[in-house]
């Protein structure tokens, strides 16, 4: 069974950072993996979709990388601002879509 | 374009009580979700719709949840009777066409209390 995990499961910077939150899953056979954003109280937002072909995918501040072989996948958010606090959630898709946990971000200004 | 619709937004009720979830998906989208979130979890998948059938239904439990997809487009989830253990939210998504490939768009989701 896939197992998704993420780390770390919380973190807090100062405005202007650069970061990176880890993702690592256990079974490569994957169709894509996605990163979205949760913010308190409300559904998932879709950040980046990198297909199992791609190595990477960019969208303004954001990148996400998938290196589909060990099994990871990292979200670069550069240049963090308040506005970016929220829960980020990994999800991999084979069969059905398993999430991990979530990183809680946390920037202060 | 809108969104996926769910409704209610909250819902509390005492355990035993029956209670029903509707999603309303992106229009055209073919494939629909069910997913439960437990505080400081990701969402768990209950059940997967390709219009208007269940392909993947494996993780709902069946003793008192239930759900349908009349005509393929809006769907609804109920749970009878409630446990305590059920509190948590309960989010829908939608995505177009069928196979590995594509976003899933997800609603706000429904938070459910179980007293």
């Known amino acids: 069974k896939q197992e998704v995990t993420q780390i770390p499961a919380a973190l807090s910077v100062p405005e202007g950072e650069n970061l990176v939150l880890n993702c690592s899953f256990t079974?490569?056979?994957?169709?894509?993996l996605q990163w979205f954003r949760q913010d308190p109280g409300k559904g998932l937002t879709s950040l980046l979709l990198?297909?199992?072909?791609?190595r990477e995918q960019t969208s303004g501040r954001l990148n996400a990388s998938l290196d589909k072989s060990s099994g990871r996948s990292t979200l670069y958010i550069a240049a963090s601002q308040p506005g970016d606090s929220a829960t980020y959630l990994c999800?991999?898709?084979?069969?059905?879509?398993?999430f991990g946990a979530g990183t809680r971000l946390t920037v202060k200004p | 374009e809108a969104g996926v619709v769910q409704s209610p937004r909250y819902k509390i009720i005492e355990k035993k009580q029956p209670v029903a979830f509707w999603c309303n998906p992106i229009?055209?989208?073919?494939?629909l979700y069910w997913y439960r979130q437990n505080l400081g979890q990701g969402p768990e998948l209950l059940i997967r719709?390709?219009?208007?059938?269940?392909?993947?239904d494996s993780q709902l439990p069946k003793d008192r949840f239930s759900a349908e997809r009349l005509k393929g487009v809006d769907s609804t989830l109920k749970i009878q009777p409630a446990e305590l253990g059920d509190s948590a939210v309960y989010l829908c998504?939608?995505?177009?066409?069928?196979?590995?490939?594509?976003?899933?768009?997800f609603g706000p989701g429904t938070r459910l209390t179980v007293l």
């Open positions: 719709y390709e219009n208007e059938e269940a392909v993947d």
């Open positions: 229009s055209g989208h073919n494939t």
């Open positions: 990198i297909q199992s072909s791609q």
């Open positions: 999800a991999v898709r084979d069969n059905d879509m398993r």
């Open positions: 079974d490569s056979a994957i169709y894509n």
């Open positions: 998504a939608s995505r177009a066409g069928a196979g590995g490939a594509g976003t899933q768009y």
